[in-house]
């Protein structure tokens, strides 16, 4: 009988479900990996098999197929090794199989058994709360999964740590949520003087959410004003809060799980290409317009910008989405912004 250990597949800043079924049989002796997965994920048998040896365990000398399934989902990156650890000591007989029912489980093993962190470690403990699921991770990501609400966090150190838990010798506490940044210092208009009518159309700009352009000479102004627009917006709403914070947790921006209320606000140099602006990449991860999603996206020196990446982003300034079309991935991000400009005449 295969023992089995639930976990994660994001998409976008979505999650899906993955069942992740280790069986060990007769036969040659092999630890074979299938699934669909990419190289990181190809790789986690020799991250499991060494972080065993780290802990002082041998593997079975027996035939090992570890199935990621739905077998016809892309799986990527290095969070799939934990689980397929855990499932593996549930069909040793380690760890009791019963016990980690109602968990699933993300966090990348180092080779002496200690769990390190991933990216994504909010989305998925929102998404496991949605299945009805308690989220295990890496004791890093503990302060960032537990602003997930009412989802139970089990955060670990380390594989040994997790065993002792389960066998009732050693209990984990539950994580805190990590600190909220309400006094961070923004930018603000009282440091410019004069320019009363760029304040003036700044002002407006921040009360109707309209889009803005500054044209002037070198040594205007014009950035300054444009890094002072976020200290005009309200902070984030709880709503707005959560949404933002999950797109910086996919793109691995939250530090120690801590998050705040003030408004995104990115600059990418004008050198910077469609898919840094959009998202893409091999994991198609977010760009900058999602990364200033319900703050403002700025773009100092805008006919720099090259014309396909000035036109990408057009999508997401008429949808408040953008959509990352890659041959491997299909992936949706939100991308609500204000776009601030600034060009000479």
């Not at 990156?77 to 016990?99: E, F, K, W």
């Not at 909220?180 to 320019?195: F, N, S």
Request: aromatic share 4%.
């Amino acid at each position: 009988m295969a023992a089995r250990v639930v976990t994660l597949a994001f998409d976008g800043v979505n999650a899906v479900r993955v069942d992740v079924e280790v069986q060990i049989t007769g036969g040659e002796v092999a630890f074979i990996l299938v699934g669909l997965g990419d190289k990181a994920v190809g790789e986690s048998r020799e991250r499991v098999r060494g972080a065993f040896t780290g802990m002082g365990l041998a593997l079975p000398h027996r035939r090992i197929i570890a199935n990621l399934a739905p077998a016809d989902l892309p799986k990527v990156g290095s969070h799939y090794d934990l689980p397929v650890a855990l499932a593996l000591m549930a069909a040793m007989g380690i760890v009791p199989p019963d016990a980690l029912e109602g968990w699933a489980a993300v966090g990348e093993l180092s080779l002496d058994g200690r769990i390190v962190p991933v990216a994504g470690a909010l989305p998925a403990a929102v998404a496991a709360g949605g299945l009805g699921l308690g989220l295990i991770c890496p004791e890093a990501c503990g302060a960032e999964a537990a602003w997930a609400g009412e989802t139970r966090v089990l955060a670990a150190p380390s594989l040994i740590a997790l065993v002792n838990h389960f066998r009732g010798t050693q209990m984990l506490s539950p994580p805190k949520p990590g600190t909220m940044l309400d006094a961070e210092r923004v930018p603000d208009l009282r440091d410019v003087k004069g320019q009363e009518n760029a304040k003036r159309a700044l002002e407006i700009a921040a009360a109707g959410g309209h889009n803005l352009s500054f044209i002037g000479p070198p040594g205007s102004g014009k950035s300054m004003m444009a890094q002072r627009l976020p200290g005009l917006l309200p902070p984030l709403t709880p709503a707005e809060l959560l949404e933002t914070s999950m797109v910086h947790s996919i793109a691995g921006l939250i530090a120690r799980g801590q998050l705040s209320r003030s408004r995104p606000f990115r600059a990418p140099h004008h050198s910077a290409s469609m898919a840094a602006l959009t998202g893409g990449g091999h994991r198609a991860k977010p760009g900058e317009v999602s990364l200033a999603h319900n703050g403002v996206l700025f773009l100092d020196e805008l006919p720099e910008f090259g014309t396909q990446a000035l036109d990408s982003l057009r999508q997401p300034l008429e949808t408040g989405e953008v959509v990352v079309a890659r041959a491997n991935a299909h992936v949706r991000y939100p991308a609500r912004f204000q776009l601030v400009a600034a060009m000479h005449p």
